[in-house]
């Protein structure tokens, strides 16, 4: 879908090649009345380089408001509260004068150990699809584009800038593409990143069936193809394929090769019209949606610290350990308590405007609290000495709060950890504090999953605090002393140890090719299918009250499926559910999962109360991509739904018969008898035929055999049967004819 923009309508070709590579780091092209405008980082907050500029968050940037990175902010599984912080992000781009912000990163969790599973929202393709469409719809609303990123399959960080992710299409369009459709579909961005590693071999950024048949044609998408930063290997070949825009700038480098290739025909005028007049209108659309902000510092911090609050999963509760009474003696140990770790490393890190530190927050809801900084995470001090001294604090105390995780070292961009594990020194603490007999309160932070067997295995508490922004030390104090009820849930499964998990073997990427061998199994999916044992399932999380579910009711509408529970808040405090769907569908016709995330909604619920949450399981979402037919396909038949507060926590399951799609069986040389046969409009053609030719398939000679005649014979396709002879003009029929039935 070219658009023409009459603002190109007179540039000269060496003009409108221009506009399709950066001017500078972060800008685009001035060229006659198209502005030039300010693209930057993303996607939790805004990245804003005064002087010069990185890709990796070397340099410093203005200070913006740090909200929860997806990892965090994606344990709300609240599509109100992402359009609300994209709402919050607009309004900061607007003041700064950013006109498009690089996010959100709708990337899958295909494996804990990939680096930037910090800056992704899940494992699972629908939620993430949700939030991004939530987060770019309350962008947009204020005046700034979307960036949504990076397109697609760039699931670990190793080798990224050369790496082929080897997918079948039926995976690509099931997992990862569907995040990106949903974005692109629901919220129209206004610009879509490609990614650096290749696909199947083609650079996502020289993928024509990637941006053009795909992106444009069939999703409509009609905004502008962005590179990531550095990521064109052949301008030509890029920008024929339907990148628009190539970042950064390289001081006309690109121009060059570009308008060589346009004037001597390698490079088509299409092409270079169809990148103009997007890079043009997107810079006018910017330019029109300008407007003067002033931005409420205070209220953002609020905005991040409601996020951060939502985002906490509580992940165990022993005996009701937590919340603590405020006269607990307790003992906060732990180098994160006092340096937070709450957003990752690489370039999305934010200069943030302040930071909510857990220890003094603790200090200020506690009457007694004793810190030790227990461990490192740059080595800088003896080990055995901090837990020397956490041991003698944790003595001291009636609870111990411990907080572990990740350090900035441990885990960026840029690269993938060869380990899920707790760095050692950690471990090493926990053991040497259980040892104490002071009850553990676990509080982790951490972009990727790390293993949680020995954590769960001692502490009475968990809180999966994950990276929740500069806002995270007050909510993690909130959530501890009870001032907030804990709501969040895991997107991401906790396995038990790292030779479950899906791409344990296909992990990362060996000569430059990584190979997604456990198609469409990942994540909950993967699990699930195995009836493997795991430490946390996806999509788990405690409360401080119970919640009950019941009268699950199902119905089939024109949209896909209608599902609506009656939750009760059966416990003492008020509290929020998030209520999840999965479907599965034992009788398909195709390999599926056993079930899958389809919808999800929270309920908000005081003590004793009740509602019903309801919710439109999507019909595009319940199809299958159908290779044979190369189409999404809804199969017609019943489906299975459950009402679930986990994804292995099924409360109420119930099933719905569903009218799909009819897909007339094309009838082929290659089509076998058993297709025929399971088909009963082409049965009742072709199988008279066949009859009429062989004297007729005695499937009772079969019978006398003790053989099951019909099932041997079904893969035999009819060109084959054919080619036994007299075919009664079966051969006739499919001489270069297809039949539809
Ligand atoms: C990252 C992008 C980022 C860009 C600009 C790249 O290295 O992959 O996510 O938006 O740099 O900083």
Sequence with gaps: MT???????????????????GASFWKTEAVGAIPAIHLTDGPHGLRMQADGGDHLGLGGSLPATCFPPAAGLSQAWSTALAGRIGEALGREAQAAGVSVLLGPGVNLKRDPRAGRNFEYFSEDPILSGALGAAWVTGLQAQGVGASVKHFVANESEDDRMRSSSEIDERTLRELYLRPFQRVV?????????????????????????????????EWGFDGVVVSDWGAVDDKVAAVE??????????????????????????????????AANAVAELALRARAARREVTVDHEAHHALAREAASQSIALLKNEDGILPLARERRIAVIGEFAEQPRYQGGGSSH?????????????????????????????????????????????????????????????????????????????????????????????????????????????????????????????????????????????????????????????????????????????????????????????????????????????????????????????????????????????????????????????????PGESVTATVLLRRADLAYWDLRNGAWTLETGEYE??????????????????????????????????????????????????????????????????????????SIPLARVAQFGGDGGLSALLDGTAAEH
């Design 350 to 606: 934010v200069n943030p405007t302040r930071v909510d530190v857990p220890l003094e927050e603790l200090r200020t809801r506690f009457d007694r609290v004793e810190f030790a900084r227990g461990f490192t995470t740059d080595d800088s001090l003896d080990a055995a000495a901090l837990r020397a001294e956490a041991v003698a604090t944790a003595a001291r105390a009636e609870v111990v709060v411990l907080f572990l995780g990740l350090g900035a070292r441990q885990e960026s961009e840029g690269f993938d950890r060869d380990t899920i594990e707790l760095p050692a020194d950690q471990r090493e603490l926990l053991d040497v504090l259980a040892a104490t007999g002071t009850p553990i309160v676990v509080v982790l932070s951490h972009g990727g999953v790390v293993r949680l067997a020995p954590v769960a295995g001692t502490a009475r508490a968990i809180l999966a605090a994950a990276l929740l922004g500069q806002g995270g030390g007050a909510a993690i104090a909130d959530v501890l002393v009870g001032a907030a009820n804990p709501s969040g849930k895991l997107t991401e499964t906790v396995p038990e140890r790292i030779e479950d998990v899906p791409a344990y073997l296909n992990f990362p990427s060996e000569n430059s090719r990584i190979l997604y061998g456990e198609g469409l199994h990942i994540g909950h999916r993967w699990y699930d299918a195995r009836d493997l044992a795991v430490t946390y399932p996806f999509g788990h999380g405690l409360s401080y009250t119970t919640f009950a579910y019941s009268g699950l009711e199902l119905a089939a509408c024109d949209d896909g499926i209608t599902a609506a529970v009656r939750v009760t808040n059966t416990g003492t405090r008020a509290g929020r559910e998030i209520v999840q769907f999965y479907v599965g569908k034992p009788d398909s016709a195709v390999r599926r999962p056993v079930r899958e995330l389809k919808g999800f909604t929270d309920v908000t619920l005081q």
């Design 3 to 21: 658009k023409t923009s009459p603002a190109t309508a007179d540039l000269t070709l060496a003009e409108k090649v221009s506009l399709a590579s």
């Design 241 to 274: 394929a339907g990148l628009d825009l190539e970042m950064p700038g390289n001081g006309g480098a690109s121009d060059a090769l570009a308008l060589a290739a346009a004037e001597d025909g390698r490079l088509s005028l299409a092409a270079v019209d169809r």
């Design 185 to 217: 579909e629901d919220a129209r961005p206004w610009t879509v990143m490609c990614s650096y590693n290749r696909i199947n071999g083609v650079y996502a950024a020289e993928n024509h069936w990637l941006l053009t048949r795909l992106l444009r044609d």
């Design 641 to 714: 739904v459950h009402a679930a507060a986990s994804s292995r926590d099924i409360r109420l399951s119930g099933s719905v018969a569903v009218v799909g799609d009819e897909r007339p069986l094309i009838v082929s040389r290659s089509t076998t008898l058993g297709e025929i046969m399971a088909d009963p409009a082409a049965a009742e053609t072709i199988l008279p035929l066949l009859a009429a030719g062989t004297g007729g398939v005695d499937a009772a000679a079969g019978d006398t055999l003790g053989m099951d005649m019909m099932r041997m014979l079904a």
